[in-house]
C-alpha cells in the first residue's frame, strides 16, 4: 500500500480538496498531513477526515516537512503531493505509484502539461544540461509531485528550500537509481511574485551547483546570499480566534498526558541517571531546561512521538475539549516540555494552540539545542519575580487575544504551575499533590477527569 504525505503553510482553501481525492484512491491506506506552523484553518479543514493523520513539523520549511513525512511514514511507497493544486487527476496517486509497486523505477517523477516555469527554464534547464546532462531529458525537475521509495529517500538530504525538488532529483540520480518521468496532466501552480523567483533561482542554483563535484563547495556562498529560514512563529495561533472572549489553559505533563514526557523519554532512551542528576544538581531552571534537552541529542522525530505516543492522554480529554470549544472556548496548551510533543498532543486533541520550548532539529534529528519562548520570561505584564514563568505567557495571550483574565481557565498539577493557576480567572488544581498549588487554586479535582471542568467553566 501507499503513504501520501501532504507538507502544508495556509492551504486552507485547497488541502480538503486534495485529501478528498487522495482518500478515493485504492491503493491508499495512510495520508500524512505535516503542517508547517500554518497561521489558517488549514489544520483545521484537514481533520475533517478521520484517517488523515496530522503533524506539526518542529522546524519550518517544506524540506523539514516532507523528511518529517518520509520518517513518519509506514509504507515503504511514498507518495508526495503539494497542498495548493486543484487540478490533480483523479489517479493521480497511481500515477506516481505504480511505476515503483510494478518494479519499473524506484523514483518517480511528475511533469504536466503546461509550460515549465521561468526558473525551470531560465536556470534549473541551463545548469542540468552542462553539469548533468543525463538529466536534461527532464522537462519539469522542480516538479514538487513525487514517488519514491522510502529506503531511498532515507539516504539523501531534504533541503529546506526551494532546491528540495531538484536536490531530491539530483541524489536519485548520483545513487544511481532507476528514475522514471511521468505526466500527470494539465496542473495549475500559483505565480509567484519576483522576489520569491529570485529567491527562488539562487536556492534552485545552490541544490545543483552543490552536487556538482566540479565545483569547490567553499565557492558556494559566493553564488547566494540565502535568506535565514524563520525559526518561530509567535504563538501559533489562528487569526481566526481573534474576537473569542474566553480561554482555557492546559498543562500538559501529568494533566493531558498521564505521564512525563522527559521521564518517559529517560527510560526508553536510557538516561534516567544523567536526568535525575540535572534535576538535583541545577538550581537554575534555564540552565537546567539547557542541560536536559541535551540528553535528546541525536534522537530523531518519529522516535521522539513514538515515545509521545506510549503515553495515554486522560481519557475523556478530547470529548471535553470538544464540549468546551462549542462553548467558544480558545483551547490551548502551555507546557515546560518541547513544542515537538505539545504540538503533536494539539493535533491529535483538535486544540488550537501550544506554546512550550522549542527544541532545535536539523535534518529530522535533535541537536540537543533548545530555545526557551520570549514568551515565558519577565515582561511588562508579569505579577511574580519568576525570570521564566508560565503566567507570563498568560498576561501576553489576554493582551494579544483581548481577552479578560476572569475569562480564561488555567488546569496544571505541578509547582512550575502555581502562579498560571494563581492569576488566571479560574485556577484548577488536577490531580496534584503540592500543597500550595492546592491552596491557590479556585478548584481541584482529585480524579484524572476532565468532565467537571464543564461545570466549571461555563
Given at each position: 500500500m501507499v503513504t501520501v504525505i501532504i507538507p502544508a503553510l495556509n492551504e486552507e482553501k485547497t488541502i480538503q480538496q486534495v485529501i478528498q481525492?487522495?482518500?478515493?484512491?485504492?491503493v491508499v491506506d495512510e495520508i500524512l498531513v505535516i503542517d508547517d506552523k500554518s497561521c489558517d484553518n488549514t489544520i483545521k479543514q484537514a481533520r475533517k477526515f478521520e484517517k488523515v493523520r496530522i503533524y506539526t513539523?518542529?522546524?519550518?520549511?517544506?524540506?523539514?516537512?516532507?523528511?518529517?513525512?518520509?520518517?513518519?511514514?509506514?509504507?515503504?511507497?511514498?507518495?508526495?503531493?503539494?497542498?495548493?493544486?486543484?487540478?490533480?487527476?483523479?489517479?493521480?496517486?497511481?500515477?506516481?505509484?505504480?511505476?515503483?509497486?510494478?518494479?519499473?523505477?524506484?523514483?518517480?517523477?511528475?511533469?504536466f502539461d503546461r509550460q515549465a516555469g521561468r526558473v525551470t527554464e531560465l536556470v534549473a534547464k541551463p545548469l542540468l544540461s552542462l553539469l548533468f546532462p543525463d538529466l536534461a531529458r527532464f522537462s519539469q525537475p522542480l516538479s514538487g509531485m513525487i514517488g519514491c521509495k522510502k529506503n531511498l529517500l532515507k539516504k539523501v538530504e531534504f533541503a529546506n528550500d526551494y532546491g528540495v525538488d531538484v536536490g531530491l532529483l539530483l541524489d536519485?540520480?548520483?545513487?544511481?537509481?532507476?528514475?522514471?518521468?511521468?505526466?500527470?496532466?494539465?496542473?495549475?501552480n500559483r505565480m509567484q511574485s519576483w522576489e520569491q523567483l529570485s529567491k527562488m533561482s539562487r536556492e534552485v542554483s545552490r541544490a545543483i551547483l552543490k552536487r556538482a563535484k566540479n565545483i569547490e563547495a567553499s565557492n558556494l556562498e559566493s553564488l547566494e546570499n540565502i535568506t535565514a529560514i524563520r525559526t518561530q512563529m509567535d504563538y501559533a495561533i489562528r487569526e481566526s480566534l481573534m474576537g473569542m472572549e474566553k480561554m482555557i489553559i492546559f498543562d500538559m505533563d501529568n494533566t493531558l498526558l498521564e505521564g512525563s514526557f522527559i521521564t518517559t523519554a529517560a527510560d526508553e532512551f536510557n538516561f534516567r541517571e544523567d536526568l535525575i542528576k540535572i534535576v538535583?544538581?541545577?538550581?537554575?531552571?534555564?540552565?537546567?531546561?539547557?542541560?536536559?534537552?541535551?540528553?535528546?541529542?541525536?534522537?530523531?522525530?518519529?522516535?521522539?512521538?513514538?515515545?509521545?505516543?506510549?503515553?495515554?492522554?486522560?481519557?475523556?480529554a478530547e470529548y471535553v475539549i470538544k464540549e468546551l470549544k462549542?462553548?467558544?472556548?480558545?483551547?490551548?496548551?502551555?507546557?515546560?516540555?518541547?513544542?515537538?510533543?505539545?504540538?503533536?498532543?494539539?493535533?491529535?486533541?483538535?486544540?488550537?494552540?501550544?506554546?512550550?520550548?522549542?527544541?532545535?532539529?536539523?535534518?529530522?534529528?535533535?541537536?540537543?539545542?533548545?530555545?526557551?519562548?520570549?514568551?515565558?520570561?519577565?515582561?511588562?505584564f508579569?505579577?511574580?519575580?519568576?525570570?521564566?514563568?508560565?503566567?507570563?505567557?498568560?498576561?501576553?495571550?489576554?493582551?494579544?487575544?483581548?481577552?479578560?483574565?476572569?475569562?480564561?481557565?488555567?488546569?496544571?498539577?505541578?509547582e512550575n504551575d502555581i502562579c498560571l493557576v494563581k492569576e488566571s480567572g479560574i485556577g484548577i488544581s488536577f490531580c496534584s499533590e503540592n500543597k500550595y498549588l492546592n491552596m491557590v487554586a479556585d478548584e481541584i479535582i482529585s480524579e484524572r477527569s476532565f468532565i467537571k471542568i464543564l461545570d466549571i467553566a461555563y
Open positions: 481525492l487522495v482518500s478515493n484512491s485504492p513539523s518542529p522546524k519550518l520549511g517544506k524540506g523539514s516537512s516532507m523528511r518529517d513525512g518520509m520518517l513518519l511514514a509506514k509504507n515503504e511507497v511514498l507518495v508526495y503531493l503539494d497542498a495548493d493544486i486543484l487540478t490533480y487527476p483523479p489517479n493521480i496517486v497511481e500515477l506516481l505509484s505504480d511505476p515503483i509497486i510494478k518494479g519499473e523505477a524506484d523514483f518517480v517523477k511528475s511533469c536519485m540520480h548520483l545513487l544511481g537509481v532507476r528514475i522514471k518521468e511521468v505526466n500527470i496532466g494539465y496542473i495549475e538535583t544538581e541545577y538550581e537554575n531552571p534555564y540552565t537546567r531546561t539547557k542541560s536536559i534537552a541535551r540528553l535528546l541529542r541525536n534522537r530523531s522525530l518519529d522516535e521522539i512521538l513514538n515515545v509521545t505516543d506510549k503515553i495515554k492522554i486522560i481519557d475523556d462549542k462553548k467558544g472556548y480558545i483551547c490551548g496548551i502551555i507546557s515546560d516540555s518541547y513544542d515537538v510533543v505539545t504540538n503533536h498532543i494539539k493535533n491529535k486533541l483538535k486544540m488550537d494552540f501550544s506554546i512550550g520550548n522549542e527544541l532545535e532539529f536539523s535534518n529530522s534529528v535533535a541537536t540537543g539545542e533548545v530555545k526557551v519562548p520570549s514568551a515565558f520570561m519577565k515582561n511588562r508579569s505579577k511574580c519575580s519568576h525570570d521564566f514563568c508560565k503566567s507570563n505567557v498568560l498576561y501576553q495571550l489576554a493582551e494579544k487575544y483581548k481577552i479578560d483574565i476572569k475569562n480564561i481557565v488555567a488546569i496544571g498539577d505541578s
